[in-house]
């Protein structure tokens, strides 16, 4: 059955893609030394990345419940995931591995029984704790496929209404509690306790999309995310709590503006969007390794060397997708029975 294209879901992962891009481009060119806008050492700054890794959750989180959250073989639900997760991150990972710890030795202290980690995906968010092979991923990747797997549970609450009401009461308890309770040294953000409540958000949103009351009200959640994402940035001290509820009101508003968009428009956004995983994969270890390294030998300004960059991201991403697909061949055979 051919699933429907959402514009405004294309909408918000173009956009998170971007945010990402922005942020990790500005700071990484500050780490490193260049002459950078002021804007990217700015506190207001960062909370632009976590307003780009939370309309991800929420996107993920409104998907899967779009083609799962009725129920399904949980086989082909696993099956799927792996399919869409394993075969790029795998291709990208092995690739990395290889040049530094094969053929350069690195990380020779990290014992080898540790790629189990890189193998499920989950190097980038453990590396926040421990010594990890940690290549292209990051937190956010790991998290996502955590979530991943407790996805199931999380819809088999959502399709009954004492689950619901668990379900609301326990997120509304991590948005509240877990800022504080999350130990020192942790960014509570970057856990999967911080981001199971923007994730379920999705979720809601999308039993909403079925009866068209997102539809109908995303005005509303557009205005208010405005005026939400004006207070996150003059209120620093609120964004623990303040950063999701900006996300998911935003995430509202811009599914009710991108239905909006003309066909064309959304075409062209949907084909975008569809490289968005690819994008995140490589933007940030391609800016590290080669293009600041570009920039500098070329003396590339900022504003140029974005302008140039994001498209090489997307270049990448569709590179690394067919890289990937006998990886997915492969996989796709052993998956099935």
Known sequence: MKREIIKGLDLCKCLSALLILLYHFGVERLTAGFSTPSFAAAPQFARWIEIAC????????????LGWG???KLSAYVKKRALAIYPMFWTGFFALFFYGEILHGNNREIPRWRLLFSVLGLDGYLSQWTLTFYKIGEWFLGCLILLYGVFPLLAWLMRRPGGRRLLAAVCVCL??????????????????????????????LARGWKNKTVQTWGWLGADLGIWALILLLW???AAPWLGPVTSVLLFSGLLWLGQRLPAKAGAGLHRLAGESYGIFLVHHVFLILVWLR???RFSIGPVLGFVLYAPLCCVLAVLLRAAAWPVRAVLARILDP
């Open 54 to 65: 939370d309309l991800f959750f929420l996107t993920s989180g409104f998907s899967l419940w």
């Open 70 to 72: 009725e129920g399904g």
């Open 175 to 204: 948005w509240a509690v877990w800022p504080l309770a999350c130990p020192a040294g942790w960014n509570a953000r970057h856990t999967v306790l911080g981001s199971l409540p923007v994730f379920c958000a999705g979720m809601a």
């Open 235 to 237: 209120q620093g001290g």
């Open 294 to 296: 570009v920039m500098a």
